[in-house]
């Protein structure tokens, strides 16, 4: 009772003192500029392995394109944005080439990004990093190694160098999105341990972000 009555002198002062009530962030919600691209239908809810509310303790990286369908234009975003629909897959967050971040799933929710694996410092983690993380995809093409799997190297050498690796927009952008993201979920850990690419969780092989990424680029992450 003591303790009730002192929250509520508290927030009695505060409204005296500036005529409002504190502002409260909220650790769910982004205050960046984003642009709104839904893919909401495609999450579900947050939750361990006893079913109780989960923690988010990591953000994980991807790449994504429309490359194999658009090899001349494969950053389209609304093209993107239909092939995670129509496979039934989601993310939190896209990062097109001109730095324009796009918000699709709420944070609150979890987005079906990461699919099955495993990471070796988080055994509870198994087929289940979905309902700990934040999805950011970034609209980009990894190296000839990278996209063995999707083209072919004729294929991959037609393209537009352009096309291929990452914008300095993009970076600075993904900067600005993991640093909000860090300051307001506590339990992701400034290291990578905890801001992981896809390729370090998958267990179908897949390479993104790959080679081509640079995580020097992302700051105040430790190795």
């Known amino acids: 009772m003591k303790r009730l009555i002192g929250v ?19 650790k769910f919600q982004t205050t960046l500029p984003v642009q709104s691209l839904p893919l909401d239908e495609m999450s579900g809810e947050r939750l361990d ?41 989601s993310t939190h967050y896209f990062i097109d080439r001109d730095g324009v971040i796009y918000h699709s799933v709420p944070e609150q929710r979890a987005a079906w990004h990461a699919g099955r694996g495993s990471l070796s410092d988080f055994p509870d983690y198994e087929n289940r990093l979905n309902h700990h993380s934040i999805g950011i995809e970034l609209l980009a093409i990894g190296s000839k190694a990278d996209m063995a799997g999707f083209l072919s190297e004729d294929e991959y050498d037609a393209l537009s160098p352009d096309l291929i690796g990452f914008t300095l927009e993009q970076y600075s952008s993904l900067n600005a999105l993991v640093s909000d993201i860090l300051n307001r979920h506590k339990a992701i850990n400034p290291n990578r341990r905890h801001v992981i690419g896809h390729s370090e969780y998958s267990a179908i092989g897949r390479s993104d972000p790959g080679e081509l990424f640079d995580w020097g680029r992302i700051d105040g992450i430790e190795g």
Not at 59 to 88: G, K, L, Q, T, W
């Open 8 to 26: 509520a002198l508290i927030a009695a002062v505060l409204i005296t003192a500036t005529g409002c009530t504190a502002s409260i962030p909220d």
């Open 49 to 89: 392995q006893n079913g109780e509310n989960a923690e988010i303790t990591h953000i994980v990286i991807h790449f994504a394109s429309d490359v194999i369908a658009n090899p001349e234009n494969p950053h389209d975003i609304e093209a993107v944005r239909d092939i995670f629909a129509s496979n039934e897959v």
